[in-house]
């Protein structure tokens, strides 16, 4: 079994900042794509960044700029360091990793979610 453990979401005033983190543990064999998603009410969970192994990098346009996404491979565990934040971030923020549990076996893992809120 897979789990992923999300934590640092929270309330923020506009402007100010937050730091995610995921630690996936269990029998993982490679880890080859570790991201972000968000999900705000009514509307359907979209894409955030995502990092590959080698550390490369895709960023949502309306998080370029201000959102940072990194990993640890040798931890299994994603960041995302979020600056300037606005109202519109405010979302359940969704971890997932995709790669291979074993040689042959593809995985596909999300988070619980955790609820980052932006507001004065």
């Known amino acids: 079994q897979v789990e992923l453990v999300e934590s640092g979401g929270g309330w923020v005033q506009p402007g100010g900042s937050l730091r995610l983190s995921c630690a996936a543990s269990?029998?993982?064999?490679?880890?080859?794509?570790m991201g972000w998603y968000r999900q705000a009410p009514g509307k359907e969970r979209e894409l955030v960044a995502t990092?590959?192994?080698?550390?490369?990098?895709i960023y949502a346009e309306s998080v370029s700029g201000r959102f940072t996404i990194s990993r640890d491979n040798a931890e299994n565990t994603v960041y995302l360091q979020m600056n300037n934040l606005k109202p519109e971030d405010t979302a359940v923020y969704y971890c997932?990793?995709?790669?291979?549990?074993?040689?042959?076996?593809?995985?596909?893992?999300w988070g619980q979610g955790t609820q980052v809120t932006v507001s004065s």
């Open positions: 997932n990793i995709k790669g291979y549990r074993t040689v042959l076996r593809r995985m596909d893992y």
């Open positions: 990092v590959t192994s080698s550390g490369s990098t």
């Open positions: 269990g029998y993982i064999f490679r880890i080859d794509v």
